[in-house]
């Protein structure tokens, strides 16, 4: 039996078998089809024509992804560091909504949550580099959070400041600007360069007024762009930069011990 289980857990777990890499592609495949038939549910014309045959599919494949939490969990040695973990909540989040859309009808379209599963595709095609290249990323992110924060606040207060004063220069001649939370929200979507174009100043105060805020919102998008660019060169800068003293070669992760390369202590002098 633990064999089996050992034999179950490389399978699921693991890419590096033939039975893995035949088992993650199998999955994927499955994944991707469970999507595309909840996309296609949502035209009324194909599910008007197929939709018993797409509710038949579903449960099926419901059925052989809950067969194969049951398994991971089954197999794996810490149960619960495993439910608790990334990919085993979006692997409850993949069974679960069909299971509740029994009770609440207006759900199933979260069956879409799948599509997260795909993001195994790093690992078994031996992508893992590309996921560490996400973690200094979110890293970046997470270090920016208070300046972003700062900024964020700064910019509400700006787009309060600009609609006050654009309400003030279009409101008696522009229906459009009939009151300030409508002139904020013109400000915001003008001063993010959306620009929908249900509102627009007609004075020519106003239209000037707005050409100055659209050349604003230019700098202010360049803002947050800079500050996580700044963690993003000091994190790569940390990962690239240390050098064995014994090998003087390059590319440690900035917590190392030991030289990846020859297995030197990177804290021990070389003399």
Partial sequence: MKQFRKWLYHTIFEAETIEGKLFDITLLSLILLSFALVMLESIRLIYALYGSTFY???????????????????????????????????????????????????LHFLGVLRVFRLLRIFRIFNLVHFLEEGNVLMESLWKSRRKI????FFVLLLTVIL???MYVIENEKNEAFSSIPQSIYWAIVTLTTVGYGDISPITTIGKMFASLIMILGYAIIAVPTGIVTANVINASRAET???????LRQGH???????????YELRQSPL
């Fill in 253 to 263: 992760d900035s917590d190392a011990v030991f030289c990846k390369y020859c297995a």
């Fill in 241 to 247: 930069t240390r050098t064995c003293p014994n090998c």
């Fill in 56 to 106: 038949t599919v579903e449960w099926i494949l419901t059925i052989l992804f809950t067969i194969e939490y049951a398994l991971r969990l089954y197999c794996v040695p810490n149960k619960r560091k495993f439910v608790f973990s990334f990919y085993g909540i979006i692997d409850f989040l993949s069974v679960f909504p069909f299971y509740l859309a029994l009770l609440f009808p207006a």
């Fill in 149 to 152: 924060i700062i900024f964020l």
């Fill in 163 to 165: 609609g006050s004063v």
